[in-house]
């Protein structure tokens, strides 16, 4: 069974940094699978953030986002990371990770298969 925990959320001032987990089971990440990051705020539309494909390392990112998040994969921990530094409160929203079987990396998503809970990103201003 397909699993997608994410974990790191939380509240951080305008100007802070917070690191997202994903763990993953029920495949391991030396498949070629994507996985993504999402993000919904109250009132929006779901987001597509920065995905992986860690078989090769192709990173995807959101213009609002580049240069400030970074993706990464840990394939022996089979957890992928999202390291949000120079937070924005517009960055506030309900952050997801969702896998992609058919490895695409896009940050469309619906191409995504299986979806975490989510965890909450608040920031302050």
């Known amino acids: 069974e397909v699993q997608l925990v994410e974990s790191g959320g939380g509240l951080v001032q305008a100007g802070g940094s917070l690191r997202l987990s994903c763990a993953t089971s029920?495949?391991?990440?030396?498949?070629?699978?994507?996985i993504g990051w999402f993000r919904q705020a109250p009132g929006k539309e779901r987001e597509g953030v920065s995905s992986?494909?860690?078989?090769?390392?192709?990173?995807n990112y959101a213009d609002s986002v580049k240069g400030r998040f970074t993706i990464s994969s840990d394939n022996a921990k089979n957890t992928v990371y999202l390291q949000m530094n120079s937070l924005k409160p517009e960055d506030t929203a309900v952050y997801y990770c969702?896998?992609?079987?058919?490895?695409?990396?896009?940050?469309?998503?619906?191409?995504?298969?299986?979806w975490g809970r989510g965890t909450q990103v608040t920031v302050s201003s």
């Open positions: 029920g495949f391991t990440l030396d498949d070629d699978y994507a």
């Open positions: 969702a896998a992609d079987l058919a490895g695409w990396a896009t940050l469309t998503w619906y191409e995504y298969d299986y």
């Open positions: 992986i494909r860690s078989s090769d390392g192709r990173t």
